[in-house]
């Protein structure tokens, strides 16, 4: 089945450092990928929409030059998150969508703990 | 908000009981798919149901879709203490998947 991978799975990073966080679909072309974020106890929300070799599409009050997403390939989507403050500690998770599978395919997620 | 509601917010039951968890939504949808979530891990596909789809099976899962309530729920039959977890249901409007709020279910052994 479809498999995305997702990198790291945990990090730790100083405040005002930028982290990347990588989403790669395994066996499959992934047209649109999709970044979420959850803080604890809460549900996802979306934060964009990438589209390979577009621009991203950002949520209402995503902040489009903190969280720098790009979508190079049709493989792989990446989410950076820049000057990172502690309240940018979350769990990111990507999903991504094939060029002709029905569903989307969910990474594993990343722990972003900013101290 | 763009965010579906799921009720109850939390659910405690003994082992071998059922578990129902209730979405409901507000725009129209392609289809819907609950998941489920252990604390701090990532997201575990359970079933996905088609919007011209009323009931579907899966183990000792079942889950109903009310297209003109704009509703699901998902029920859980004998539930287990592993299926303590934090539920989802996602549904897909306009290529792209919301979530609800979540139901966190702990099953007492």
């Known amino acids: 089945g479809a498999v995305v991978s997702q990198h790291p799975s945990r990090v730790i990073c100083k405040s005002g450092t930028s982290v990347k966080i990588e989403c790669r679909s395994l066996?499959?072309?992934?047209?649109?990928m999709f970044w979420y974020r959850q803080f604890p106890k809460k549900s996802l929300m979306l934060m964009a929409t990438s589209n390979e070799g577009s621009k991203a599409t950002y949520e209402q009050g995503v902040e489009k030059d903190k969280f720098l997403i790009n979508h190079a390939s049709l493989t792989l989507s990446t989410l950076t998150v820049t000057s990172a403050h502690p309240e940018d500690s979350s769990f990111y998770i990507c999903?991504?969508?094939?060029?002709?599978?029905?569903?989307?395919?969910f990474g594993s997620g990343t722990r972003l703990t900013v101290v | 908000s763009q965010q579906g509601e799921e009720d109850p917010q939390a659910l405690s039951i003994q082992e071998g009981e059922n578990a129902t968890m209730n979405c409901s939504y507000k725009t129209s949808i392609n289809n819907l798919q609950w998941y489920r979530q252990n604390s701090g891990r990532g997201l575990v596909h359970l079933i996905l149901i088609r919007s011209n789809e009323r009931e579907k099976h899966s183990g000792r899962l079942r889950v109903t879709l009310d297209t003109s309530k704009k509703s699901s729920s998902l029920l859980i039959t004998a539930s287990r203490a592993a299926d303590t977890a934090s539920y989802f249901c996602a549904t897909e409007g306009t290529y792209k998947y919301i979530f609800g709020t979540g139901t966190r279910l702990k099953v007492l052994a």
């Open positions: 999903s991504a969508r094939g060029i002709r599978l029905y569903g989307y395919t």
């Open positions: 066996d499959f072309q992934a047209t649109t």
